[in-house]
């Protein structure tokens, strides 16, 4: 069973004893768990709707402070979760800002901890005592960042920053150990390759009709033979973000020209030109490893005034481990750009800001929530380990024809800077939470299940 109560500590009990709440009297209760951590307890009934731990027990148990938490009665224990580990890099000596810019974003994923019942900390791979099962995480409270001993978590949220961080010998052991050794569940463990999702979603009949026409082996041969049949081509890195590295390839007949438009490392948007493909591509990909890239065809997009359209959609599991859309805004591009990133002048929209007609807003919001939910069950089904949010990017053509652009396991939260975004905002930390609390139960119930 489960139930959310008020966990708290007093002195005046005796060692290892418990006061549990009358609606949980019926269990037989003989030991108590937090984390990994787990000691036999005497449990009592008392009237309260709280759960009441002698102090040594409390200590023991490396519970940080009193709060509320869910509880769940397995086979004569007690368990105290879900205590949630968030494995992260990027570190600093700063109690205020341990983990510098990321700082601010952590601490609002930690606070919203408290309307959960759970119990979150950050934490890295140097962190981790192995010898004795604890951590030092960094928890976030009403009184700032602080350093607590905790034991080895319930379930682990993986927010490494970056590929290249997570392809790190030390973090990538850290990972593996957890999962194989400890049994503990580590949910959105890395970063999504397209050329492999998109190979897992050509095999979803009812998912094809959405994926533009793609290609991993990019020559000059390909470029234009995509060319003839579309009016523009992306190149694409496979395991790209933020848009950097992608060119947007345009031959225009009437001139005889061929047109690359991109954006350099500094987010500045480039347009070069030349008569022939192969001179144009020589310059733009210099010391870059052609093998790395994709070639997908180019979709004309919905335009507003003079920039185009895309929209994100971010999906996330629930507390029955079932599948939801949690957030959806419209991207528009800055000017020059050839994507609606924010870092290259991109403008974050409403659905209903872009269409003031209630029924195309019905009808856009209702097509782009069937795809996205049917898109997430298939990744899921295919993608091995826990997957508990993916960000989507959309777009819409002149027809009305919805296609998948990208899926992301570690989408970027931009569209969250609209103000009318703040609820969805506040959603998508709180489902990840609750997607740590059903997947502790399920390793509570079946340990061994879980993984399988």
């Known amino acids: 069973m489960k139930a959310l109560l008020q966990v708290k500590c007093r002195e005046d009990l005796r060692d290892h004893q418990i006061l549990v709440p009358f609606q ?22 008392h009237s309260g709707y709280s759960l009441i731990v002698s102090k040594s027990l409390f200590e023991k148990l490396l519970v940080p402070y009193e709060g509320n938490i869910h509880v769940f009665v397995h086979e004569g ?68 960042w602080c350093k607590k001993t905790v034991p ?55 998912i094809v009709d959405y994926l ?17 049949k579309f009016p523009f081509i992306y190149l694409k890195p496979t395991n790209g973000s933020l848009g950097l590295g992608v060119f947007k390839i345009i031959y225009n007949r009437e001139e005889e020209t061929y047109y ?16 022939s493909l192969e001179a144009l591509l020589s310059h733009i990909m210099k010391n870059r490893d052609l093998s790395a890239y994709l070639i997908q065809q180019g979709i004309p997009l919905l335009k507003l005034e003079e920039s185009f359209v895309d929209f994100r959609v971010h999906t996330n599991k629930d507390e029955i481990g079932k599948w939801v859309v949690s957030a959806m805004a419209a991207k528009l591009s800055g000017k020059g750009s050839i994507t609606t990133h924010a870092n290259s002048g991109g403008i974050i929209k409403t659905i209903p800001e872009i269409f003031s007609d209630a029924n195309e807003q019905e009808a856009v919001i209702s097509k782009l929530s069937h795809a996205s939910i049917l898109i997430s069950e298939a990744i899921d ?40 975004l703040r609820n969805e905002d506040n959603l998508t930390r709180k489902l990840s939470i609750e997607y740590a609390v059903y997947l502790t139960e399920n390793t509570i119930k079946n340990p061994g299940g879980v993984f399988s």
């Open 260 to 275: 690359a438009r991109y954006k350099t490392e500094e987010f500045v948007n480039k347009l070069q030109r030349s008569t």
């Open 152 to 206: 080895f978590p319930h379930v682990v949220y993986d927010r490494l920053p970056n590929r290249r961080t997570e392809r790190h010998r030390l973090l990538a052991e850290t990972r593996e150990k957890m999962q194989k050794d400890y049994a503990i569940p580590w949910f959105n463990p890395g970063f999504f390759n397209k050329w492999d999702i998109h190979q897992k979603l050509m095999i979803e009949e009812n």
């Open 212 to 228: 533009p026409e793609t290609h991993n082996e990019v020559t000059i041969d390909k470029i234009e033979k995509l060319l003839s």
């Open 77 to 144: 224990t007690l368990h105290l979760g879900p205590l949630i580990g968030i494995f992260t890099a990027g570190f600093t000596s700063s109690i205020i800002r341990p983990i510098g810019e990321r700082s601010l974003f952590f601490s609002k994923l930690l606070a919203t901890e408290r309307k959960v019942g759970a119990y979150m900390f950050l934490f890295g791979a140097n962190h981790i005592n192995w010898d004795d099962g604890t951590m030092e995480g960094f928890m976030f409270t009403e009184q700032g």
């Open 381 to 420: 089904t295919h993608m091995p380990g826990f997957i508990g949010e993916i960000g989507f990017d959309f777009g819409i053509d002149k027809d009305h024809r919805l296609w998948l652009f990208e899926a992301n396991s570690k989408p970027g939260r931009s569209i969250f800077y609209h103000p009318k």
């Open 24 to 45: 949980i009297s019926n269990m037989a209760i003989e030991s108590v768990a937090f984390g990994t951590h787990q000691f036999p307890c005497r449990a009592s009934l």
